[in-house]
C-alpha cells in the first residue's frame, strides 16, 4: 500500500546538487485532500471528546451559560473528500450539545467555537464552511498568538479548551500555553510533534555534514600517494562550505523553535544527557512537567500511529479536572474502538497506553478496603464513589483495561444485579 509521506516530512533542499542538510520543513499540501486514517483517529478522539467536555461543562452545578473551544490551527474544516475537519466537527458537537443541555438546563447555554486559521486560502475556505453555523461560531484569520489576549479578554472567566493542531512545532509557544491554561476550567488538546523534536534537536547537536564529511575523507592525503588531489576538489570544497551555512540556519531556527515550545533553553543539556533510544519519550516527560507548571494538573499523553505502523505525533491533554482527564480516557478508547485503522495499529496504540494492572488493582484494594462499594456510578447519588470512577479518575487505567480489572476482583463480588464488591481490610503491615 502507497501511503503518503507523513507530516513534518523531513524534506532534502535538492534544488541545488551539492546542498546535503535537511530542512525541517511541515508538508502540508496534501494534508486537506483526504485525511489519512490516523487523522481520522484523531478526529474520533476529538469529538468524542468535545461532546462529553460540553456536558460535563454545561451541566455540572453551578455552571454559567457559556463555554468556549478555540481550534487555534483549524485548516480548511474539510478534506477534498468531504471528511469534517476539527472546526467543522468542534461546530455540529456545539450545537447538538448546546441545545441538549439547554433544553436539560430549562435555560440557553451556548458553546462558542473559535477558529483561528493563519492560512489566507484556508481561512476563507473555512468561513464558508462554517457560514451555516451563526455567530457563536467564528473564524479568526491568523496566529493564536495574534488573538488570544482580546479571546481572553472577552471570555474571561469562560471555561475554554484549546485544540492547538500545528504541522510541527512553531506555534506551540510556551507562553501562549501558559496563558491559554492559565483560569479555572481551562484546558487544552496538543499536538505534539515528537518527532519533529527529535529532528529539531538532531540538527541542534549535529557536528558537521556530509557534504563536509565527504570533502574530509576526499582531501585527506592517502600515505601512498600524498600529492594525490581529487579532481573535484573545488566541488567538494563549496559543496561543503554550502551546507556548512545550511546547517547553521537549520540549527538557529531549530533551537528558537524548541527554546520557545519549553519557554528556555533548560531543555536542551536535559536531552543531551539522555541515550537517543529514550529521547522520545524524554521530551514527552519534559513537556509534561512543562504542563505541570504551567497550570496543568492532569496530563494525558495519547501517542498516534499512521496506518503503515509509523509513531506519527503524541496527542496531550492538559486538564485541571479529573473529570476531563477521565472523560478524555474514554474518548481515546472510543476511538480506538472506531479506529480506521488497521487493527494491529490500534493493538499497538492501545499497548502504548496501558497502565500496570498490578499496581491499579493495589490502588483499587487500598482505596476501597474494608468497604462495600459498586462498581459503577449510582444514577441516584452521583457523587458516591464507585470502583469505576476511581479508576478513570485517580489511576492510569482505561475503559478497555476495565473487564480485567473486574476479573481480579471477582473473588470479592456480592451476588446481586448491581455490581458491587466488599473489598478485605488491609492486612497488617509486615517488615
Ligand atoms: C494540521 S492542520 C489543522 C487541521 C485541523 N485542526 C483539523 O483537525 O482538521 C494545521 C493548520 O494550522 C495552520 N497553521 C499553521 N500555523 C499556524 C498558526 N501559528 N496559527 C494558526 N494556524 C496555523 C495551517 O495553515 C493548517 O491549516
Known amino acids: 500500500m502507497h501511503v503518503r509521506p507523513s507530516r513534518d516530512?523531513?524534506?532534502?533542499?535538492?534544488?541545488?546538487p551539492f546542498s546535503e542538510v535537511l530542512l525541517i520543513m511541515p508538508r502540508s499540501g496534501d494534508h486537506f485532500e483526504h485525511f489519512r486514517p490516523h487523522t481520522r483517529h484523531k478526529?474520533?478522539?476529538?469529538?468524542?471528546?468535545?461532546?462529553?467536555?460540553?456536558?460535563?461543562?454545561?451541566?455540572?452545578?453551578?455552571?454559567?451559560?457559556?463555554?468556549?473551544y478555540v481550534d487555534a490551527c483549524a485548516g480548511r474544516g474539510a478534506d477534498d473528500l468531504g471528511n469534517q475537519g476539527s472546526p467543522l466537527i468542534a461546530a455540529v458537537a456545539a450545537g447538538a450539545a448546546a441545545a441538549n443541555i439547554s433544553q436539560r438546563r430549562q435555560r440557553p447555554f451556548g458553546i462558542h467555537v473559535l477558529a483561528i486559521e493563519s492560512n489566507r486560502s484556508h481561512a476563507s475556505q473555512l468561513a464558508d464552511v462554517l457560514a451555516p453555523f451563526g455567530s457563536t461560531v467564528r473564524v479568526l484569520p491568523g496566529t493564536l498568538e495574534e488573538h488570544l489576549g482580546s479571546i481572553l479578554s472577552e471570555y474571561a472567566d469562560t471555561p475554554a479548551l484549546f485544540f492547538i493542531d500545528p504541522f510541527g512545532l512553531e506555534p506551540l509557544k510556551a507562553e501562549l500555553i501558559r496563558a491559554a491554561l492559565d483560569g479555572d476550567r481551562r484546558e487544552a488538546l496538543l499536538l505534539f510533534a515528537d518527532q519533529a523534536a527529535l529532528r529539531h534537536f538532531g540538527a541542534i547537536i549535529a557536528e558537521d555534514t556530509r557534504a563536509e564529511r565527504r570533502y574530509r575523507s576526499a582531501t585527506t592525503a592517502l600515505p601512498l600517494f600524498p600529492d594525490l588531489t581529487p579532481i573535484n576538489a573545488g566541488a567538494l570544497a563549496q559543496a561543503a562550505s554550502q551546507s556548512r551555512a545550511q546547517l547553521e540556519i537549520t540549527r538557529e531556527n531549530a533551537l528558537r523553535i524548541m527554546n520557545a515550545a519549553f519557554g528556555n533553553e533548560h531543555w536542551l543539556p536535559k536531552l543531551e544527557a539522555v541515550p537517543s533510544a529514550d529521547r522520545r519519550v524524554a521530551f514527552l516527560r519534559l513537556y509534561t512537567e512543562r504542563l505541570i507548571e504551567w497550570g496543568a494538573r492532569y496530563v494525558l499523553p495519547i501517542p498516534v500511529v499512521d496506518a503503515t505502523g509509523t509513531h506519527a505525533y503524541t496527542l496531550i491533554h492538559a486538564a485541571k479536572s479529573a473529570k476531563g482527564y477521565a472523560a478524555m480516557k474514554e474518548a481515546v478508547a472510543y476511538a480506538l474502538r472506531h479506529s480506521p485503522l488497521p487493527e494491529a495499529v490500534v493493538h499497538r496504540m492501545r499497548f502504548a497506553v496501558a497502565s500496570d494492572l498490578d499496581s491499579v488493582e493495589a490502588s483499587v484494594r487500598d482505596r476501597f478496603a474494608g468497604q462495600t462499594v459498586r462498581w459503577a456510578e449510582d444514577a441516584s447519588n452521583r457523587t458516591a464513589a464507585c470502583v469505576r470512577n476511581f479508576l478513570l479518575e485517580e489511576t492510569p487505567a482505561f475503559p478497555f483495561e476495565f473487564d480485567e480489572l473486574k476479573a481480579r476482583l471477582n473473588d470479592h463480588r456480592n451476588r446481586g444485579r448491581v455490581i458491587t464488591f466488599s473489598l478485605p481490610e488491609r492486612s497488617p503491615h509486615v517488615d
Open 43 to 68: 478526529h474520533l478522539i476529538l469529538k468524542e471528546y468535545f461532546s462529553a467536555w460540553g456536558h460535563k461543562l454545561g451541566l455540572r452545578n453551578g455552571a454559567g451559560d457559556v463555554i468556549l
Open 9 to 16: 516530512d523531513v524534506v532534502r533542499t535538492n534544488s541545488h
